[in-house]
């Protein structure tokens, strides 16, 4: 069974403090790592999606990070409209129907 | 690119009755279509799957004649959530994906957040 694991659950940062976001998983075949954005209320919205361990993709002030047991969201300089969830998922190989499988989120709040 | 769009986007409803939920693919076609739910604070729980023309696949656990799922064209699929009790109030969210190079992402709708009294 695919798992995903995300830490932390909650990371305050001060405005302009860089930090990363961890998402450890575990699945049969890895098809691609997703990464969303969750605000309160809204469905989650697309970020970066990865393939193979040692790919990366910007976007803005975030950078994901690929490798074979773990990826990275790596913030830099965050400004307070960064606060969100961000959450991790995974597609294994295993099943037909392209299944995402969820970490819990790390809940990003940026103090300006 | 890749919008889906959810109505109604809020719905209160008596216990008994039945809500339907609409999932729209604004600017591709959607080779599949999923639906979720969302608890507060909590992580989205795949409820069932569905391939236009198809029958949906249910995860365990998902009543499947509580929670009918209808994927009649490949931009729309409904969910209906059938004599509904306040333990069904919850945050629904459906996602699609395509086919092609970008087959193995799905996009979100904004969620319908359903009250039962």
């Known amino acids: 069974e695919d798992q995903v694991t995300q830490s932390p659950e909650a990371l305050r940062l001060q405005e302009g403090e860089s930090s990363s976001l961890n998402c450890s998983y575990t699945?049969?075949?890895?098809?691609?790592l997703f990464w969303y954005r969750q605000d309160p209320g809204k469905g989650p919205e697309f970020l970066f999606t990865?393939?193979?361990a040692g790919e990366e993709k910007e976007k803005e002030r975030l950078k994901a990070t690929l490798t074979k047991k773990e990826s990275f969201l790596h913030i830099t300089a965050p400004k307070p409209e960064d606060s969100a969830t961000y959450l991790c998922?995974?597609?294994?190989?295993?099943?037909?129907?392209?299944?995402?499988?969820f970490g819990k989120g790390t809940l990003l709040t940026v103090n300006p | 690119g890749a919008v889906v769009s959810q109505h109604p986007s809020r719905v209160i409803c008596k216990s008994g009755t039945s809500v339907k939920i609409e999932c729209r693919s604004l600017?591709?076609?959607?080779?599949?279509m999923f639906w979720y739910r969302q608890f507060p604070k909590k992580s989205l729980m795949l409820m069932a799957t569905?391939?236009?023309?198809?029958?949906?696949?249910?995860e365990q656990g998902v009543e499947k004649d509580k929670f009918l799922i209808n994927h009649a064209s490949l931009t729309l699929s409904t969910l209906t959530v059938t004599s509904a009790h306040p333990e069904d109030s919850s945050f629904y969210i459906c996602?699609?994906?395509?086919?092609?190079?970008?087959?193995?992402?799905?996009?979100f709708g904004p969620g319908t957040r359903l009250t039962v009294t």
């Open positions: 996602s699609a994906r395509t086919s092609g190079s970008a087959r193995y992402e799905q996009y």
């Open positions: 699945v049969s075949g890895l098809r691609g």
């Open positions: 990865l393939y193979s």
């Open positions: 998922a995974v597609q294994g190989s295993g099943g037909s129907n392209y299944k995402l499988t």
């Open positions: 600017d591709f076609q959607a080779t599949t």
């Open positions: 569905s391939n236009e023309g198809s029958k949906a696949t249910y």
